[in-house]
């Protein structure tokens, strides 16, 4: 497939480029991805609703810039992490709704297009350290079973991490198509399962903040761009800060684990500046849902922490606590410290993002709902990037969001929070929820009776993005699975 440069990166490489310098122009790419971390879990982003110290998420936000409407594609980990490295929207495939296990056959299809697929053609070493939660084609019942598909069959020139979520078996490293030791015992965190001997969940941060330390360190004396995928296991269950961030919270364990979360992204960083690649490298910070209702939430809002902010909603949610999440970018090389926007974006972007920056045009059959995010970090854009951003819950509930106007098709939460859905609560309310988030971000006027000729507006281009199986320009593509706007509580 041949590839292009678009004015627009030719633009941006252009600076950069000089005889010596052609091998390394193209900036290397690091995406960290916490698991679970709310919008206002983030120090600078709740300054005073939010009680956890995170300078170094401070420090990036000061030195890059802040998205403040950014939101994950779905409101749970599989489908996130599904859209983000593919650039479609995870409600296109056959999982409409939860989430995968430790031993779950491959999301991602073999010959669908990923981020790292994409950047390798362009002459990328690419990297996932952490957690997948994908799907991996694990052979269940054997002690050292060797992977049929994983992140090395997705794009990926190197793995190490674990399958799934910290709490979901097996309980073992993975180093690119093998564990790294048997699994020869039992153990239990939140779920059972088989397990290796040695492991054991509070290592597990600090051990995948080495080995991306590690990579920084080797990638960056090779002279070729890469591209490192970096999707944390904190502050997601079991929370299990080490002893060095226990108490330091005040706020219990999840807002220790928070802050050792944080410490993580430092390390990165460090690296980085210690091998003198961090003003050409774009750093994305970014979490893959809202806080879960089992960091106990509750009890952090009697001490002062929320959170979600002024958010509604938390993890699994159609509301904006469940989605709507953190989100920085670093670039010293083109991106104005200190800066702020407001676009409306979604972690699909990334695939558009990239093949801006490196000057690819993608197929028609990639990157289906993703928007290049490019003119934003260059503080370029005259207009909105998207359209429109469609959002997903657990349960499978949609909302489309555009502009200020949020559309909501179900009468509850589509997740953990009330109204449940099937609740007695959610029987008696409007079947439709609209917001204007202008004057109502925590969602709690339901104007969908003053406003019938924007539900209907917002249904319809819904009904087209299914429809067209995109939500970008682009040839009519196909969804893997028959798609119900509306599900049945």
């Known amino acids: 497939m041949k590839y292009t440069l678009s004015l627009l990166a030719t633009l941006l490489l252009a600076p950069l480029a000089s005889p010596s310098a052609a091998q390394t122009s193209q900036p290397n790419i690091v995406y960290i991805l916490a698991d679970d971390l709310g919008y206002g879990d983030v120090q600078c982003l709740n300054p005073q609703r939010g009680k956890i110290k995170t300078p170094n998420l401070d420090k990036l936000a000061s030195q890059g810039m802040t998205f403040t409407d950014a939101h994950s594609s779905s409101s749970v980990c599989t489908p996130t992490r599904y859209g983000l490295l593919t650039g479609r929207y995870n409600w296109r ?3 409409q709704s939860s989430v ?31 957690k997948w939660h994908l799907g991996m084609g694990i052979p269940e019942g054997q002690p050292s079973p060797q992977l049929t598909d994983g992140p090395t069959t997705r794009g990926f020139d190197y793995y190490f991490g674990i399958s799934a979520s910290l709490d979901m078996p097996p309980f073992a490293y993975i180093e690119n198509d093998r564990f790294t030791e048997p699994l020869t015992t039992t153990k239990k965190w939140q779920r059972t399962g088989a397990a290796a001997a040695s492991f054991e969940a509070v290592d597990v941060l600090p051990k995948l903040t080495q080995k991306a330390v590690e990579y920084v360190s080797k990638q960056a004396k090779s002279g070729k761009p890469f591209f490192l995928y970096f999707p944390l296991t904190s502050p997601h269950t079991p929370i299990l800060p080490t002893k060095e961030w226990q108490g330091k919270s005040s706020l219990g364990k999840y807002g220790d684990f928070v802050m050792a979360t944080d410490a993580a992204l430092g390390e990165v960083m460090a690296a980085l500046k210690k091998a003198g690649v961090d003003k050409n490298t774009l750093v994305i910070f970014t979490s893959d849902n809202g806080c879960s209702k089992a960091a106990g939430i509750p009890a952090m809002q009697a001490k002062g922490h929320f959170p979600s902010a002024e ?43 990239c093949a801006e920056i490196v000057g690819a045009k993608l197929p028609d059959n990639a990157g289906e709902d993703s928007v290049s995010l490019l003119p934003a970090l260059l503080d370029t854009a005259k207009a909105p990037l998207h359209e429109a951003v469609v959002h997903h819950s657990i349960e499978g509930a949609f909302a489309i969001r555009q502009g200020n106007w949020k559309l909501e098709l179900c009468a509850d939460s589509g997740g953990w929070s009330v109204p449940v859905p099937g609740s007695p609560e959610a029987k008696l309310l409007p079947t439709t929820q609209l917001y204007d988030l202008s004057n109502d971000l925590a969602e709690a006027k339901n104007v969908q009776a003053e406003h019938p000729e924007v539900v209907a507006r917002l249904t319809k281009l819904l009904e087209r993005y299914i429809a ?20 049945k509580s």
């Open 93 to 95: 495939t056959s999982l």
């Open 100 to 130: 995968l296990s430790g031993y779950s056959k491959p999301l991602i299809a073999a010959d669908r297009l990923t981020v790292p697929a994409l950047l390798k053609q362009q002459g990328y070493t690419t990297a996932c350290i952490g």
């Open 468 to 487: 067209e199986g995109r939500s970008t320009p682009g040839a009519k593509q196909t969804n893997d699975a028959v798609i119900q706007i509306r599900k």
């Open 311 to 353: 958010l509604r909603g938390s993890k699994s949610d159609i509301f904006d606590g469940g989605h709507r999440v953190p989100f920085f970018a670093h670039w010293p090389a083109k991106v104005k410290a200190g800066s702020k926007s407001a676009q409306l974006i979604c972690h699909t972007d990334l695939m558009a993002t």
